[in-house]
């Protein structure tokens, strides 16, 4: 029996890496069955990178600005089924968003279209949602174009929003929530393909 083609992702990112850690773990508890990191690509030192390198994956670190899209593609494995976006704060180019059009996915702290677009990321986001009363915020997953949190969107979740919450206490719970939805794409989309 001909073992199965591995889903080739690149996880781009910035931070933390928090929701890197969490397609690794999926990985290894066999919940991602056939999902391959092959590269980590940070716009940053950062702590991801850190999360990257201790599980051996090709790891490398690019310059932010204006020809940040051209140095991505310079170390993409040409073979790589789905870029991931997993906290990357840098903006792609619209040729590059052209050329891997429905291959990136970005995942997003609250219910787009609402609280998108430039300069909406992290805190600023639930602090806006918190500021404008709503009543429910939650995490979006969607393909990635150049007009910033404009793609289709694949997937969302919702949370209640209680009185009294704070910033802190709600970008926990859409955390939460955006685990859950990004690997619930991932199997999805590797199943597919």
């Not at 001909?2 to 990985?27: H, P, R, Y």
Request: hydrophobic residues 40%; proline residues 2%; contains cysteine.
């Amino acid at each position: 029996m001909t073992e199965q083609k591995k889903f080739k992702i690149a996880v781009l990112v910035s931070g933390n890496g928090s929701n890197l850690q969490k397609i690794i773990d999926s990985i290894h508890k066999k919940e991602l069955m056939n999902v391959e990191i092959s590269q980590v690509i940070a716009d940053r030192n950062c702590f991801a990178m850190e999360r990257a390198l201790d599980e051996d994956i090709e790891t490398f670190i690019v310059e932010r600005g204006g020809n940040i899209s051209v140095e991505i593609e310079e170390y993409l494995d040409p073979e790589t089924d789905l870029i991931v976006l997993a906290g990357f704060l840098s903006i792609l180019s619209e040729e590059f968003c052209k050329k891997w059009e429905r291959k990136i996915i970005n995942i997003h702290p609250s219910l787009l279209p609402k609280y998108g677009g430039a300069g909406m990321y992290g805190k600023k986001v639930h602090q806006a949602v918190l500021a404008n009363h709503e009543k429910e915020s939650g995490a979006t997953v969607h393909y990635v174009t150049f007009g910033i949190d404009e793609g289709e969107i694949i997937l969302q979740k919702t949370i209640k929003i209680k009185p009294n919450e704070t910033a802190d206490w709600l970008a926990t719970k859409v955390h939460e929530v955006e685990y859950e939805i990004l690997i619930e794409v991932l199997k999805m989309l590797s199943k597919s393909n």
